[in-house]
């Protein structure tokens, strides 16, 4: 049983591009969610593929010209933390997960995306443990996906 879950897993995972380290679904980052809608609007808001741009080789999706703008000012302001990979995994055990772009939390003025499926809602467990104790442990964990 333990082979057909991990298989299968494997199976779910093959869309997902990871070399450059950025969650993205079919070249579009966050699956088309706009990063600046999570830290200006503390709300999940899918972009509009006509308001788009490119950011390190990725297309970015927008709300609004105005959100466009704001990001292509300041990008790092808006990327998720860990390139928008699931923060919860991240602090668990440093693997990159995929996420439910429409589960985050805004902590300090950054975004933190959770994976939100069949096997956990992960910011249901992360909610359990402080947010800096996991922040923490995350970030350690982020450092050896960091380029040297």
Do not use: H
């Amino acid at each position: 049983m333990k082979k057909i879950i991990v298989f299968c897993f494997f199976i779910l995972n093959l869309g997902f591009a990871k070399e450059a380290n950025f969650y993205q679904e079919d070249g579009v980052f966050l699956r088309g969610y706009d990063p600046v809608s999570y830290i200006k609007k503390n709300k999940a808001e899918k972009g509009n593929e006509g308001i788009s741009s490119q950011y390190k080789g990725i297309k970015v999706y927008f709300t609004s010209k105005e959100n466009k703008d704001l990001f292509l000012r300041t990008p790092e302001a808006f990327i998720p933390a860990y390139n928008g990979w699931c923060a919860y995994a991240m602090a668990d055990s440093g693997d990159l997960v995929e996420i439910d772009p429409k589960s985050f939390k805004v902590v300090e003025g950054k975004t933190y995306l959770f994976y939100n499926g069949f096997w956990a809602d992960t910011l249901k467990k992360w909610n359990k443990k402080d947010d800096s104790s996991q922040i923490q442990k995350a970030n350690l964990n982020w450092k050896k996906y960091q380029k040297k």
